[in-house]
């Protein structure tokens, strides 16, 4: 299953069946991207990050595809658990200019079906 | 090791008091932030400090928000004349260094709910 960016807010998968997660970013600047797990009442964990200079970075179970033309950033997991289960956001930044805080997108909320 | 810590978990104040939220970062950290969680919403940023000074406060939404981090450590944010759009998840995170790609840790954030 595939979530088309925020604008799909909730994506329903199979425990066992790989998850892909969205954002479409707004800064065309930013070189620094994050994404962040938030399990309800605690705060963002964060998964993987990738720079501007790279398209893909891998993880374990996970994977970071980032497309600058498009300015798309998607989160691939490998045979989703239901410890996957959580809000998965974006975030992004421009660090060479000094700037350290984080842009977060509003959030897909993933759900794992047993 | 302790990760961010954030008292109190859950606040509950009338309108037009004063409330301090407050954040205790990972040990040796020198960056430190805070961000505000509207529900159903990402953190948006609100004040970076890099040891006892605020390096960015550009996400401070006015003049009643104001936050302090005195000897480097600890932080404070407070809140005056609280008003009911204020009512959020306060989260607070630190990094080693605001240098480079340090990853940032949050905490598990502060309910405020502003009645």
């Known amino acids: 299953g595939e979530s088309v960016g925020l604008h799909l807010p909730t994506l329903s998968v199979q425990e066992g069946d790989n998850s892909i997660i969205n954002c479409a970013y707004s800064?065309?600047?930013?070189?620094?991207f994050i994404w962040y797990k938030q399990e309800s009442g605690k705060g963002p964990q964060f998964i993987i990050d990738i720079r501007s200079n790279m398209d893909k970075r891998q993880g374990q179970r996970v994977t970071v595809l980032l497309n600058k033309t498009v300015k798309h950033l998607s989160l691939q997991i490998a045979a989703t658990q239901p410890g996957d289960s959580a809000v998965y956001f974006c975030?992004?930044?421009?660090?060479?200019?000094?700037?350290?805080?984080?842009?977060f997108g509003s959030g897909t909320r993933l759900q794992v079906q047993p | 090791g302790a990760g961010v810590s954030q008292t109190p978990s859950n606040k509950v104040t009338e309108k037009g008091k004063y409330v301090e939220l407050r954040c205790d970062p990972i040990?040796?950290?020198?960056?430190l932030y805070w961000y505000r969680q509207s529900l159903g919403q990402g953190p948006e940023f609100l004040i970076y400090f890099q040891g006892t000074g605020a390096a960015d406060d550009s996400g401070l939404p006015n003049d009643r928000f104001f936050a302090v981090r005195p000897e480097g450590s600890v932080s404070t944010l407070k809140i005056q004349r609280t008003e009911r759009g204020d009512s959020a998840v306060y989260l607070c995170?630190?990094?080693?260094?605001?240098?480079?790609?340090?990853?940032?840790?949050f905490g598990p954030g502060t309910r405020l709910t502003v009645l």
């Open positions: 975030a992004e930044t421009k660090r060479d200019t000094g700037r350290r805080a984080l842009t």
């Open positions: 040990s040796g950290h020198t960056a």
């Open positions: 995170a630190s990094s080693q260094s605001a240098t480079s790609y340090n990853e940032q840790f």
């Open positions: 800064n065309s600047a930013s070189d620094y």
